[in-house]
């Protein structure tokens, strides 16, 4: 992907939706933004499989909302997309417009202090995907506050640096397993 930005501070091409109906469709990525990988997407998708289907999914630092893109185009029924940076939703409503979709909601929000604020008038959802800047130090708190958010058998996953451990626990929900992918991981909740 290209690193070069352009003045609208967006990165030219994007990213590509990896599967399902909008499968090879792009999106617009903000500049600065660390979007997650091809590989650690597919991986969690995989992971996810047949749950998408239907599901509710809220994701966290979204930044270019490729999580929430890549669901609803695998099925998901609802996704909610939240961030602090005006840059990713604008981006993030480009995106929506160009794949002509009303599943996604965008949430200026900054976490964790915000989250209570973005969720308060939704169900519980079944997904959650949190992707954090690595030197976040308010996650231990992020992660209490979201499962209050998550249906009873959903599911809450952390993407973080490889080379730090993951909380043990997301208040509720405890980890169950981690997986690397180079300088990436992800952390499963349930």
């Known amino acids: ?13 994007g990213m590509r939706v990896l599967g399902g109906r909008w499968r090879g469709r792009r999106l617009t990525v903000p500049a600065g ?7 650690v997407r597919e991986a969690l998708f995989s992971h996810w499989g047949d749950r998408v289907s239907r599901s509710r999914l809220l994701e966290l630092y979204a930044g ?17 997309a939240v961030d602090r940076s005006s840059r990713a939703q604008a ?23 915000g989250l209570e604020e973005a969720v308060k008038r939704e169900a519980a959802f079944d997904l959650v995907f ?12 992020l992660l209490d506050a979201v499962s209050s958010a998550v249906a009873h ?8 640096a490889s080379r730090q ?26």
């Open 91 to 113: 981006c993030m409503k480009a995106s929506r417009e160009t794949l002509a979709t009303a599943d996604l909601r965008l949430v200026r929000a900054v976490l964790p202090a």
């Open 130 to 141: 949190i992707d954090p800047p690595y030197d976040d130090c308010g996650l231990g708190e």
């Open 153 to 160: 058998g959903g599911e809450i996953v952390l993407e973080h």
């Open 1 to 13: 992907m290209s690193r070069r930005q352009t003045g609208s501070g967006t990165r030219p091409g």
């Open 64 to 80: 270019s909302g490729a999580v929430s893109f890549e669901a609803l185009s695998r099925g998901a029924g609802f996704a909610l």
């Open 165 to 190: 451990a993951p909380p043990a626990a997301a208040g509720r929900f405890r980890l169950r397993r981690t997986r690397r992918y180079g300088d990436s991981a992800l952390a499963f909740y349930a």
């Open 33 to 39: 933004v660390r979007p997650t990988q091809a590989r």
